[in-house]
């Protein structure tokens, strides 16, 4: 698409005066199997059947505000991209897939405005060109900007908070139908972006924007772990970005990604870096796969959408054969958390595909898993085994229990409500504001009750 599509402000295209046809899946079963790209049947991995009846795709905000309005059970759905059922509903689902247009490029105060559907990288290459960056991204840049907000979506940075940390403004079309602006100094914003589609359907997004900036990417080999305990914070920051990647075997971690933000100042990286050697090619997280999907390495300086996320934006980054789970740790502890996990490689190791170890920053959102607290992260892709998966989950959670663990939202976890909540200082505020936002309960679904309320 042109970059001058892109940068279009609100128009005719978003006007759309009749109520989006909807696509019942009940009865039509044959093409929900053959076309599951239209009507959405399965999450991103496909591990996952929604059970919802009906799936709308409105094209404007007006049409939310119908369905909204009409509908009684109701759940919104991005990218598909999480792995349990938290965008599922008893009864329909309001794909944002349609909702995904720039609204605005405002220069002078540094912000974009797009639908709430648009994917990172829908717009990422257009802000670049025009001379501006957003401060981060998540390993892929094909999930929707409001979807990933919802969950407390993050990338790395021992100084960069999750996605959310950016999101200026954004417009909620509530569960009577009314809109509601919340910006950063209203009192329910924390309680809203990272609001696991608990409080209506979020329409647009307004992102704060710093100037565009370039970013080398260099990989390391073999990490020692002795190394890693003994450098942890040395190590994560080395870059403005840095990844570990481990199948916690043979006491190493395989990978070490290192994103530095290009300046003039830059020195070069050692060539033993904590014990790690240069990888010599473009390496994939899993070093025996195959790196043409993954975002430049080497050193080349690109711009800082090509890097931040591992993979590139015009591939599939898998066939989303995969599972996911991932474990916020607070920062302080994480070598021993890293030490508790490692202890499970024999268990681990028949069913993992790989792990990933990131730093994310302190922010204020009532359900982020880093609110008020610094952390790190230990991420895991697992095989598409879910008997397997599912049962070693509790152990991994028990060997980071005394940490106080936090899931991520849109991930794999069997840790119990009452623990879960007990480890959210705002949970009993939430709560209380998502009743009174949807006091009917037409967002809530088998996710929110079992976990939240
Ligand atoms: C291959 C892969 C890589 C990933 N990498 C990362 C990563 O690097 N870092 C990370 O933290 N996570 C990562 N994830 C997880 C992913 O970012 C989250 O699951 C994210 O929530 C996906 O966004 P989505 O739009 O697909 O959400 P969906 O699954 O569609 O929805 C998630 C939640 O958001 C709500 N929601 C969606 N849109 C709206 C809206 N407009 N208004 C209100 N609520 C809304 C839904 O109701 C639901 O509660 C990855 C997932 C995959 C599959």
Known sequence: ?????????????????????MVSCKTDTKQATKSKEVLQRTNWAGNYTYQADTIYEPKSVDEVQQL????????????????????????NQISTKKLNKVIELDKANKTLTIEAGARYGDFAEMLHKEGFALHNLASLPHISVAGACATATHGSGVNNKNLAGQVRSVELVKPDGSLSTLNREHPDFAAV??????????????????DTFEVQQDVFLDLPLESVTSNFEDIMSSGYSVSLFTDWQDNKVSEVWVKRKVSQEMADLDNDFYGATPAKKNIHPIVALDAVNCTEQMGVPGPWYDRLPHFKMGFTPSAGEELQSEYFVPREHAVEALLAIEKMKDEIFPH??????????????????????DCI??????????????????????????FNTKPHWGKLFTIDAETLQARYERHSDFVALAKKYDPEGKFKNGYLTKNIY
């Open 193 to 210: 972006v990272v609001g696991l589609g608990a409080f209506g359907i979020i329409t647009k997004v307004t992102l704060m924007l710093q």
């Open 1 to 21: 698409m042109k970059r001058k599509q892109f940068i279009k402000t609100t128009s005719a295209a978003m006007v759309g005066s009749m109520l989006t046809p």
């Open 377 to 402: 992260t230990i991420h895991t892709t697992w095989k598409q085994k879910p008997k397997e998966v599912m049962a070693l989950l509790p152990k991994f959670e028990e060997a980071l229990a005394p």
């Open 352 to 373: 993992i595909l790989i792990s990933e170890i990131r730093t994310i920053a302190a922010d204020n959102f009532w359900m982020s898993p880093c609110y008020k607290q």
């Open 68 to 91: 909204i309005k009409k509908l009684d059970i109701q759940k919104a759905l991005g990218s598909t991209h999480c792995f349990n059922n938290i965008a599922d509903s008893p009864k």
